[in-house]
């Protein structure tokens, strides 16, 4: 008895001190990324929110931005969509911005149709581009915001005038649904290669298409939450319906990587409030040979 005691005890102590290793780990990161003078780009990153809700889902990452000096507030704009798709900015971006961030607010988030949308975020791309001329973008989207993105992608992919998409986020996308009546924790199942072999919904269907098209350039990050409870989800997203965007876009992309969230605030509204995918959306957007 004393012996597994011991055991248990030796266990326990090694799980600390792993535990306490990758802290750490993640610690010193997190200080590397926050030198502003490595990190200082002009080309802006569009945040774009699900549906439906607003840009307040984007304003907790923005300020991590922020509080770890990657950009400034004088940096950050506020993109107004309105339901016929005019777009105001709240301000100016100074006239050399420094990582400069785009918070889109579409204030018709009850749209079905994610075309629509998607036209809504290329007139603020258009309007950025009329402005200050970029010639590259990122975008991060939550929740139906990548969708959007990727619609935006596939319906403006082949013109020349837009500025080219270089890095793309997505943060608990429901590529292939969320959970509800018809989907049930547990039930979707996916190919290797990503492509769900169970029911397929009519908006990931729409987006098949990019899986023979997909820019090439496009690096792509897929964070997804797991609340390890058993569901294989965030509590709203199946996992497998946010790991279905393989299939669209990893053929082709020019990095695809997948992250699972776990621990706190990985649920599907606490991701976009989570340090971990803080530290992640800096080091791809941000972080030197990424």
């Known amino acids: 008895m004393a012996t597994v005691t011991r055991g248990i005890k030796l266990a326990l102590c090694c799980l600390l001190m792993a ?105 603020v791309v258009v309007a950025l581009q009329r402005q200050y001329h970029f010639s590259r973008v990122n975008f991060v989207g939550h ?66 298409p990019l899986h023979g098209s997909f820019p090439r350039h496009i690096r792509v990050l897929n964070l997804y939450g797991d609340l390890q409870d058993g569901s294989n989800s965030d509590g709203r997203v199946a996992n497998n319906s946010s790991r279905a965007m393989r299939y669209l876009v990893a053929s082709r992309a020019r990095s695809y990587r997948e992250v699972r969230v776990t621990g706190a605030k990985a649920d599907h509204s606490g991701l976009h409030n989570n340090k971990k995918v803080d530290f992640y959306l800096i080091r791809f957007l941000y972080g030197q040979n990424c």
């Open 19 to 123: 535990g306490a290793t990758v802290a750490g780990t993640v610690q010193q990161n997190w200080a590397a990324l926050k030198s502003p003078a490595k990190l200082s780009t002009a080309t802006p990153t569009i945040f774009v929110h699900g549906m439906p809700s607003s840009y307040h889902s984007e304003i907790k990452m923005v300020r991590s931005l922020i509080d770890a000096g990657i950009t400034t507030p004088d940096n950050v704009v506020l993109a107004t969509v309105t339901n016929d798709g005019q777009v105001t900015f709240n301000h100016y971006l100074p006239a050399h911005p420094h990582n400069p961030i785009i918070e889109v607010n579409l204030q018709n988030s009850h749209e079905r149709d994610n075309h629509i949308s998607a036209a809504w975020i290329k007139n």
């Open 143 to 208: 929740s139906s915001g990548p969708l959007l993105i990727l619609c935006y992608i596939m319906d403006n992919a082949n013109d020349p005038q837009l500025p080219r998409v270089a890095r793309l986020v997505s943060l608990g996308g429901a590529f292939n649904g969320a959970l509800g009546k018809r989907d049930r924790p547990n039930t979707m199942q996916l190919a290797p290669d990503g492509l769900p072999v169970t029911r397929q919904v009519k908006e990931y269907r729409e987006l098949l």
